[in-house]
């Protein structure tokens, strides 16, 4: 599944975005997407930290091969850890 960062995002329980007379759709989908993308950039973590240009390459070649796997009991391992984390940061 591709990401498009034009589709403009819904919340749960929040009303469809209706067009005013004269708008197109593309200029409300892209504003939108601005706000969308300015609000997803406040969230996000820097980048300007460790960054392999050439791993992140590797990784996007054995994707597009089909040769890359993911290692699903290193992610239930952090899963469970991160939970581990939070209930100690925050006991009942």
């Known amino acids: 599944m591709k990401i498009n960062q034009n589709t ?5 329980g929040a009303p469809a975005q209706t067009l005013a007379p ?3 759709s593309a200029v409300a989908g892209a504003s939108a997407a601005q706000a969308t993308a300015v609000a997803s950039q ?3 973590p820097s980048t300007t930290g460790d960054f392999d240009a ?3 390459a590797e990784i996007r070649e054995s994707i597009r091969t089909g040769r890359y796997q993911v290692d699903t009991a290193k992610i239930a391992d952090g899963l469970i ?3 581990r ?6 006991p009942s």
């Open 8 to 12: 403009p995002l819904l919340k749960a």
């Open 22 to 24: 004269g708008k197109s």
């Open 42 to 44: 406040a969230k996000l």
């Open 54 to 56: 050439g791993r992140v």
């Open 81 to 83: 850890t991160s939970v």
């Open 85 to 90: 984390e939070l209930i100690a940061k925050n």
